[in-house]
């Protein structure tokens, strides 16, 4: 079992920057992928990036250049560097892990989920 407590949301300019981050608790760090996800009102939930095994990354093709994915083992914790953020990045932010090699972007192969966070781009 592992527990993930997101922070980092708010409310941003659009072209701002904000660093989300996920707290993980529970089980051993290093033998989780995990990553970020996201929903917007209406819409299903989509990948946005993954770490992996070994600090291998994987980000979907809409946020490749502009966020950045990290961990500190140390502190059991990832981040989402996201800069340049636009109006329809507005959402709400899921951290997301499972104890499989890779983190895939199908939100139904995730294993926990933190409560998400929100983020809101205004233009």
């Known amino acids: 079992q592992v527990q993930l407590v997101e922070s980092g949301g708010g409310l941003v300019q659009a072209g701002g920057s904000l660093r989300l981050s996920c707290a993980a608790s529970g089980s051993t760090f290093g033998y989780f992928s995990m990553g970020w996800f996201r929903q917007a009102p209406g819409k299903e939930r989509e990948f946005v990036a993954a770490?992996?095994?070994?600090?291998?990354?994987n980000y979907a093709d809409s946020v490749k250049g502009r966020f950045t994915i990290s961990k500190d083992n140390a502190k059991t914790t990832v981040y989402l560097q996201m800069n340049s953020l636009k109006p329809e990045e507005t959402a709400v932010y899921y951290c997301a892990a499972t104890n499989r090699p890779t983190l895939t972007p199908n939100p139904l192969a995730t294993d926990y989920w933190g409560q998400g966070t929100q983020v809101t781009v205004s233009s």
């Open positions: 770490i992996n095994w070994g600090s291998s990354t």
